[in-house]
């Protein structure tokens, strides 16, 4: 056994002794390449260097170019804003005199409830085109209809809130004032987050009355976070989509000489009252009517 082991330990040391000659000559061998590609990379860095200038150069230009366009972006942003303003401005004071009456106009507001609608609320919104009409949309939460949104907001109306869901239902928004509350915040989030655009008037899914005792509470909280709400004074009463055409003109033209500001109540999924409402804007014209989108500060806005 002792034999054995002192020849046994001569071998390893001998392994040793070898291991750490290829490991030297191994290290030094790397050593070199290190050397000579630090050599290559440290002849190259003159060129890298100017690359990386010109790159460094270009980069500021454009991060120079980009912050030049923001600005000019926010400009028109506030531009765009400020001609907004004053043009609720004016439209209020017009109400003002309306109702004071020192003119002979009157105002109609004309809504549309429910949308966007894929099928639907375009052709609505060519026909408000081809009469020069700004008009009020009040819309719900829909996935896949963004261009509809933006193509209410880049036209120049009022876009509203309905509440996200319109859940009308027993456990639905009128459960209590936070299920309420929170519906018509989730409907805010969606349309502020996606198309950078603040709604500030709502209407009630149903009309105000269908939130009964909590009416009060409701609309006290809506005035927390900046809403007021409308309901409306003459419809063309295609709630239901099941009037003729000739139903939704009469309903709105019999009775709309009445008023001196109106608020019309409409479905943009109703191809009846898209039908009928050419003639219901001509009506309404010989009436007297100027057409606007409502507006936060109007007095048809209740806070
Ligand atoms: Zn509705």
Redesign the pocket.
């Known amino acids: 056994m002792a034999k054995t082991g002192r020849k046994s330990k001569s071998v390893p040391v001998l392994i040793l002794l070898i291991a750490a000659l290829l490991l030297v000559d191994g290290s030094l061998l790397l050593t070199e390449r290190k050397i000579a590609s630090l050599q290559r990379s440290s002849a190259e860095l003159p060129q890298k260097t100017a690359a990386l200038q010109e790159k460094l150069q270009e980069d500021t230009l454009t991060l120079q170019q980009l912050q030049e366009e923001t600005e000019k972006m926010d400009h028109l942003d506030e531009a765009a804003e400020e001609k907004k303003a004053e043009f609720f401005q004016h439209a209020k004071e017009l109400e003002d005199r309306v109702r004071n009456g020192e003119s002979d106009v009157k105002i109609a507001y004309l809504t549309f409830?429910?949308g966007p609608y894929r099928d639907t609320t375009g052709t609505f919104l060519d026909i408000l085109e081809q009469y020069d009409i700004l008009a009020t949309f009040f819309y719900l939460e829909k996935d896949g209809r963004d261009d509809l949104y933006q193509r209410v907001i880049d036209n120049g109306h009022t876009l509203a809130n309905?509440t996200a869901s319109?859940d009308l239902s027993s456990g639905g928004i009128y459960r209590s004032v936070d299920t309420f509350i929170a519906d018509v915040q989730e409907n805010r989030s969606f349309i502020q987050d996606r198309f950078g655009y603040t709604t500030t008037i709502l209407r009630f899914?149903g009309g105000s009355s269908q939130a009964r005792d909590l009416k009060g509470p409701i609309v006290e909280r809506l005035r927390e976070i900046g809403y007021g709400y409308v309901d409306w004074d003459t419809t063309t009463g295609d709630g239901r989509n099941s009037g003729t055409v000739d139903e939704y003109i009469h309903g709105v033209l019999d009775v709309s000489a009445d008023y001196d500001i109106n608020v019309v109540l409409m479905h943009d999924y109703s191809v009846n009252t898209h039908i009928a409402l050419p003639t219901i804007i001509e009506g309404m014209q010989e009436q007297g009517y100027i057409f606007l989108p409502l507006f936060y500060d109007s007095y048809k806005i209740k806070k």
């Open positions: 409830d429910d309905h319109h899914p």
